[in-house]
């Protein structure tokens, strides 16, 4: 319970920051479970805005209570933990994204799919459960990208953010410890998202049905965390992704710029 108040938040806030940053950040409220609130929400896109260019797929839904879904052994928990991360963290997700499709239809229109390197393996913080929801998540969205792209030409890609120092890890860096090294931002991956909306409409196509990291787009594309950090990656990871940039990749690095 003193978990959930110090995360205590809103959407309102959060589209409160949004317009101090310079936007213009407006709060909907979408029960993910229901699609008919889904259908709703895409309307009122339609009807205020008549197009969408980026749709950033990212809503998810930690199942409660911590005790059980970090405390317990996979054969001590309910079916119910996956149920809910599959229905908030993949489901209503491609649910989305094939309501607003008539409305992605600008040039280099594209659909962001955030999602968690933890699709590959398993961990000993999350359970199995949160494992198998992100590779369902993950491959579901890349066979989505190639029909999107095939009839739409609308590109998608999934992005990873590295380790994220949230509030929730920040708050409970004993259970995540040995994890917070080399943390990212919360900003981190919303730079990235940024980068990727500057490309050309010809580079996301070229990225679309690729899973992508927070850091390789923004080592591609000059950019850094809020401190000017650099952070740290697996030089392999990055060959893939340079073949969506016209410029030479340098070494990677860890520096500050």
Not at 92 to 110: E, I, K, Q, Y
Not at 128 to 153: E, F, I, P, Q, W
Request: net charge positive; with cysteine.
């Amino acid at each position: 319970q003193q978990t959930e108040v110090l995360l205590a938040g809103s959407v309102d806030q959060t589209a409160s920051l949004a317009s101090r940053r310079g936007g213009l950040g407006v709060a909907s409220y979408v029960d993910h479970t229901l699609d008919s609130e889904a259908n709703r929400f895409v309307d009122l896109l339609s009807k205020n805005h008549g197009r969408l260019d980026i749709l950033v797929n990212n809503a998810f839904l930690m199942p409660k209570p911590d005790s059980l879904f970090f405390g317990t052994r996979v054969w001590q928990q309910p079916c119910r933990l996956f149920d809910e991360q599959f229905c908030i963290g993949a489901r209503n997700h491609v649910v989305l994204t094939l309501l607003c499709r008539p409305l992605l239809t600008g040039p280099g229109a594209m659909v962001v799919n955030v999602s968690s390197g933890g699709s590959q393996g398993n961990t000993n913080v999350f359970p199995v459960s949160y494992h198998v929801n992100k590779a369902c998540y993950d491959r579901m969205m890349v066979a989505l990208s190639h029909r999107l792209l095939k009839t739409n030409t609308i590109s998608m890609l999934n992005l990873w953010p590295g380790t994220v120092a949230t509030e929730r890890m920040v708050v409970g860096k004993r259970r995540f410890q040995g994890w917070l090294t080399d943390p990212e931002s919360t900003e981190f991956t919303g730079r990235a998202i940024v980068a990727l909306g500057r490309l050309s409409g010809e580079a996301r196509l070229r990225m679309s049905g690729r899973t992508i990291t927070s850091a390789e787009v923004l080592f591609m594309t000059g950019g850094h965390d809020v401190d000017g950090y650099r952070h740290d990656m697996q030089r392999e990871t990055m060959f893939t992704s340079a073949l969506c940039f016209s410029h030479k990749v340098a070494p990677v690095t860890r520096v500050l710029v």
